[in-house]
């Protein structure tokens, strides 16, 4: 175990390495290294029992990070995507992949049954790939989170169906459906005391004592204690780390908690990815190549047009749908042991198998290259007349708006932003990706609209054209660039100010437009090195003087910087 566990952390470090480089997704890297090391490849690492339990414990890790999160009032208001657009995707996209499967010479029983698993689709790759996108709380991502949540209850059900049907179980399927919800309902409950009676004392009596090990060990033990647990209910360990996050989503531990676990998240769920990757026998590709692609392109289209239309006729506009659909066309990793599972109980063909396997480990390789070109194939796809109507309605309300400040995300730093300038009876209009956010600012604020700031016909609606000042407050630079250049080809004249973390791309920014840059890092750093010099006695004016210059130099004295041990991540 040693070695195989050396020989793929070398491979990895080496292939992820280059994918960067090539600006390639790191998750596509780990499903290579899974391909070339496996047994079915090179045979430099050979089927293991400990891989598959740390690679599961990957998934266990994300989904806890990702149940952080999502607290339970916005779960609350997931609801009807989760039980509604979930439960429909399921049974419709199950339904027609099994009369696809009997069409290939499957049995009615089995094919409906790996239908139903041919339906889910990857949570590990789709919620990894939004996180890194900043899009877990756009609608589409949104859409795609609430379906997953739903899907992995029904990964549990239909494991728990295989020996049934396949008559190795003596309980029938209508009494294991109702005995998996209330396993599921009974954890619920149970995660729910702890994480209000008894986990708030833990955290406060380890705070307290000020130790970073034991915070990190009481991280652990909580995501290991909810997975282990789920399992020995029979359900999907994954749900359990889940609804354990979503739980602690509301604690003031919550940013700590994420930052402790997410080192192990990362290299865990790598090899996640790369025993999924050691599953596919290359060998098929070159004889059934072009019968496997037409498999996974079938699986692509069945999948994303079901989800596209369910979201449409839910009330969606045709971007959100599509995206949407894009994002859950790909087969999922519960796939993989349902198909293995039911080939131990022969209930279906090993060569059929192979080739799904094949099939949907081409779905998961290309989603990452989906969601990253959804917003272009959406755009294609259709030309959003809901979308064009709400950019009415926006651009309705603003009309009569002149000399305004237009502010783009609206985070922390806008909200603030805009409190100063409402304090001071200066208009301003905001826009920012989140719904959740835009629908709690909308209470108290008709000026905060929702949208993706990089689009010109979003900053026209919102009068680009008429504003005094524009403030790009994301707090992702390459958005904020793509921002920048929009709004110059839209209005030469405007100022723009930047918010940026740190110098980096201080340069490019000003090259691109920007009037003003202010890097986060830099300016705190100077706001404290000021109050340092008045608190040693120096005359204020002089204080003030030095900082002004600095600034006039662009931060040039700030520029510059030693790395530490503790500034990997930066």
């Given at each position: 175990?040693?070695?195989?566990?050396?020989?793929?952390?070398?491979?990895?470090?080496?292939?992820?390495?280059?994918?960067?480089?090539?600006?390639?997704?790191?998750?596509?890297?780990?499903?290579?290294?899974?391909?070339?090391?496996?047994?079915?490849?090179?045979?430099?690492?050979?089927?293991?029992?400990?891989?598959?339990?740390?690679?599961?414990?990957?998934?266990v890790?994300?989904?806890?990070?990702?149940?952080l999160?999502?607290?339970?009032?916005?779960?609350?208001?997931?609801?009807?995507?989760?039980?509604?657009?979930?439960?429909?995707?399921?049974?419709?996209?199950?339904?027609?992949?099994?009369?696809?499967?009997?069409?290939?010479?499957?049995?009615?029983?089995p094919?409906?049954?790996?239908?139903?698993?041919?339906?889910?689709?990857?949570?590990?790759?789709?919620?990894?790939?939004?996180?890194?996108?900043?899009?877990?709380?756009?609608?589409?991502?949104?859409?795609?989170?609430?379906?997953?949540?739903?899907?992995?209850?029904?990964?549990?059900?239909?494991?728990?169906?295989?020996?049934?049907?396949?008559?190795?179980?003596d309980?029938?399927?209508?009494?294991?459906?109702?005995?998996?919800?209330?396993?599921?309902?009974?954890?619920?409950?149970?995660?729910?005391?702890?994480?209000?009676?008894?986990?708030?004392?833990?955290?406060?009596?380890?705070a307290?004592?000020?130790?970073?090990?034991?915070?990190?060990?009481?991280?652990?033990v909580?995501?290991?204690?909810?997975?282990?647990?789920?399992?020995?209910?029979?359900?999907?360990?994954?749900?359990?780390?889940f609804?354990?996050?979503?739980?602690?989503?509301e604690?003031?531990?919550?940013?700590?908690?994420?930052?402790?676990?997410?080192?192990?998240?990362?290299?865990?769920?790598?090899?996640?990815?790369?025993?999924?990757?050691?599953?596919?026998?290359?060998?098929?590709?070159?004889?059934?190549?072009l019968?496997?692609?037409?498999?996974?392109?079938?699986?692509?289209l069945?999948?994303?047009?079901?989800?596209?239309?369910?979201?449409?006729?839910?009330?969606?506009?045709?971007?959100?749908?599509?995206?949407?659909?894009?994002?859950?066309?790909?087969?999922?990793?519960?796939?993989?042991?349902?198909?293995?599972?039911?080939?131990?109980?022969?209930?279906?063909?090993?060569?059929?198998?192979?080739?799904?396997l094949?099939?949907?480990?081409?779905s998961?390789?290309?989603?990452?290259?989906?969601?990253?070109?959804?917003?272009?194939?959406?755009?294609?796809?259709?030309?959003?007349?809901?979308?064009?109507?709400?950019?009415?309605?926006?651009?309705?309300?603003?009309?009569?708006?002149?000399?305004?400040?237009?502010?783009?995300?609206?985070?922390?730093?806008?909200?603030?932003?805009?409190?100063?300038?409402?304090?001071?009876?200066?208009?301003?209009?905001?826009?920012?990706?989140?719904?959740?956010?835009?629908?709690?600012?909308?209470?108290?604020?008709?000026?905060?609209?929702y949208?993706?700031?990089?689009?010109?016909?979003?900053?026209?609606?919102?009068?680009?054209?008429?504003?005094?000042?524009?403030?790009?407050?994301?707090?992702q630079?390459?958005?904020?660039?793509?921002?920048?250049k929009?709004?110059?080809?839209?209005?030469?004249?405007?100022?723009?100010?930047?918010?940026?973390?740190?110098?980096?791309?201080?340069?490019?920014?000003?090259?691109?437009?920007?009037?003003?840059?202010?890097?986060?890092?830099?300016?705190?750093?100077?706001?404290?090195?000021?109050?340092?010099?008045?608190?040693?006695?120096?005359?204020?004016?002089?204080?003030?003087?030095?900082?002004?210059?600095?600034?006039?130099?662009?931060?040039?004295?700030?520029?510059?910087?030693?790395?530490g041990?503790?500034?990997?991540?930066?």
């Amino acid at each position: 175990m040693f070695v195989s566990l050396l020989i793929i952390l070398v491979s990895s470090l080496v292939v992820i390495s280059l994918f960067r480089r090539l600006r390639l997704p790191p998750v596509l890297g780990y499903l290579c290294v899974g391909l070339i090391v496996g047994p079915k490849a090179f045979g430099w690492v050979n089927e293991s029992e400990a891989l598959p339990l740390l690679a599961e414990l990957g998934v266990v890790f994300l989904l806890f990070s990702l149940g952080l999160e999502f607290s339970l009032s916005k779960m609350i208001a997931l609801r009807r995507v989760v039980f509604g657009l979930g439960s429909l995707q399921v049974l419709i996209s199950a339904v027609l992949l099994g009369a696809v499967l009997m069409l290939l010479g499957m049995p009615a029983t089995p094919a409906f049954l790996l239908g139903g698993g041919l339906a889910l689709s990857s949570t590990a790759i789709v919620s990894k790939e939004l996180g890194s996108l900043g899009e877990i709380f756009s609608s589409h991502g949104q859409n795609a989170i609430g379906v997953l949540l739903f899907q992995d209850v029904v990964a549990v059900l239909l494991l728990t169906l295989v020996p049934v049907f396949a008559g190795t179980s003596d309980q029938v399927w209508y009494w294991a459906l109702p005995v998996t919800l209330g396993k599921t309902v009974a954890l619920f409950v149970g995660l729910s005391l702890a994480s209000r009676w008894l986990l708030p004392h833990l955290f406060h009596e380890v705070a307290a004592a000020r130790s970073a090990e034991l915070f990190v060990l009481l991280a652990l033990v909580i995501v290991l204690l909810a997975a282990g647990l789920t399992h020995l209910l029979g359900l999907s360990p994954a749900l359990g780390a889940f609804l354990a996050g979503m739980l602690l989503g509301e604690s003031h531990y919550r940013h700590q908690i994420e930052a402790d676990i997410r080192p192990f998240r990362d290299i865990l769920l790598g090899i996640f990815f790369i025993s999924i990757g050691m599953l596919i026998d290359l060998r098929l590709f070159a004889s059934h190549g072009l019968l496997i692609l037409g498999l996974a392109l079938g699986l692509l289209l069945i999948k994303g047009c079901v989800v596209a239309l369910l979201v449409k006729w839910r009330g969606s506009d045709n971007e959100t749908a599509w995206r949407s659909g894009l994002a859950l066309a790909q087969g999922g990793e519960f796939c993989f042991a349902l198909m293995a599972q039911m080939q131990q109980n022969k209930m279906m063909p090993a060569d059929l198998g192979g080739l799904l396997l094949a099939a949907t480990f081409c779905s998961m390789v290309v989603t990452p290259s989906l969601l990253r070109a959804a917003p272009r194939i959406a755009a294609r796809l259709h030309r959003k007349p809901n979308e064009e109507a709400k950019l009415e309605e926006i651009s309705a309300l603003n009309a009569g708006v002149q000399g305004h400040v237009v502010i783009c995300g609206y985070g922390r730093v806008g909200q603030s932003i805009g409190r100063v300038l409402r304090n001071n009876h200066q208009p301003y209009i905001a826009l920012d990706n989140d719904p959740v956010r835009v629908q709690e600012a909308a209470v108290d604020e008709s000026c905060v609209h929702y949208g993706d700031s990089h689009r010109g016909e979003l900053l026209v609606a919102v009068g680009l054209e008429r504003a005094k000042l524009l403030v790009i407050a994301v707090d992702q630079t390459d958005i904020a660039l793509t921002i920048l250049k929009e709004a110059r080809q839209l209005n030469s004249s405007v100022p723009i100010l930047v918010r940026t973390r740190d110098d980096s791309q201080l340069v490019e920014l000003k090259a691109a437009g920007a009037s003003e840059v202010v890097p986060e890092l830099l300016e705190s750093s100077l706001m404290l090195a000021s109050h340092a010099l008045i608190m040693l006695g120096f005359p204020a004016h002089q204080v003030q003087d030095r900082v002004d210059q600095v600034r006039q130099d662009r931060y040039r004295l700030l520029h510059g910087f030693y790395p530490g041990a503790e500034d990997a991540e930066s």
